[in-house]
């Protein structure tokens, strides 16, 4: 992290009902992350991958309007087996799918639990949307969203579902902050008083701390699951 202060995880009870599959065994953990376009979402999906792929059992679902283009970026970097990454295509607006009517996604979703023995952990990464894209707890039991310091520093302060309610929010590309002139510490200020003690990271995928803080604040929520 790029700031002085620490990172806390505080301890959010926010998982979805039905931990368990029919035959009685635990589903696995979903996770959500939404942002917007070009915000590094695949990205840190694919650094969540290398990170925690032998530590976990973990499949990916993806979302494009129109193409397959995320899955087939994750395909080529090998983050995973071709058989645990699968891809969703929209055909309309990001947030419909995630939100709005999940069928699509949560057909995926169960579709890899059921080809794939004993999945503990399953990202579901939204197409690129705006400040208002939250999932549905029907699909995710938790959400990370991504913006990014090239967005402009007054992000944070706009607000939005997605800024305000996520489980954890991530400001990406800090490497980016001085040749773009956001400020991070106002960005850290402003998303402190929007997210109401909730969860923020600062992260540079090209940092050596890269993804560390949110592979740990992932651990935790797969931790508190396992646990429940």
């Known amino acids: 992290m790029h700031l002085d202060h620490a990172v806390t995880f505080?301890?959010?009870h926010t998982h979805s009902a039905a931990p368990l599959r029919p035959d009685g065994s635990r589903r696995a953990l979903r996770i959500?992350?939404?942002g917007p376009v070009g915000s590094g979402k695949t990205?840190?999906?694919a650094a969540l991958c290398r990170e925690l792929r032998t530590t976990?059992?973990?499949?990916?679902v993806t979302n494009d309007i129109y193409t397959r283009e995320d899955a087939e970026f994750l395909l080529r970097e090998a983050v995973l087996p071709p058989e645990r990454i699968t891809a969703v295509e929209t055909g309309a607006c990001p947030h419909t799918a995630i939100r709005?009517?999940?069928s699509a996604?949560?057909?995926a979703v169960e579709e890899l639990?059921?080809?794939?023995?004993l999945l503990d952990l399953i990202l579901v990464e939204s197409g690129g949307d705006n400040l208002t894209a939250t999932f549905s707890r029907g699909l995710v039991d938790a959400q990370i969203f991504v913006i990014d310091v090239a967005g402009g520093d007054d992000i944070p302060r706009k607000g939005g579902p997605g800024v305000t309610t996520a489980d954890l929010l991530v400001v990406n590309k800090t490497d980016l902050a001085p040749h773009v002139g956001s400020d991070l510490d106002r960005m850290a200020r402003d998303a402190a008083e929007q997210r109401a003690g909730l969860p923020v990271t600062f992260q540079?995928?090209?940092t050596p701390e890269g993804i560390g803080p949110v592979a740990a604040w992932v651990r935790e929520q797969v931790a508190a699951w396992v646990s429940r």
Request: cysteine-free; aromatic content about 4%.
């Open 105 to 107: 996604n949560l057909e």
């Open 32 to 34: 959500g992350l939404g």
């Open 56 to 60: 976990y059992s973990m499949a990916v």
């Open 10 to 12: 505080p301890h959010r």
């Open 204 to 206: 540079s995928l090209r």
């Open 113 to 117: 639990e059921e080809s794939l023995d």
């Open 43 to 45: 990205a840190t999906v």
């Open 100 to 102: 709005d009517d999940i």
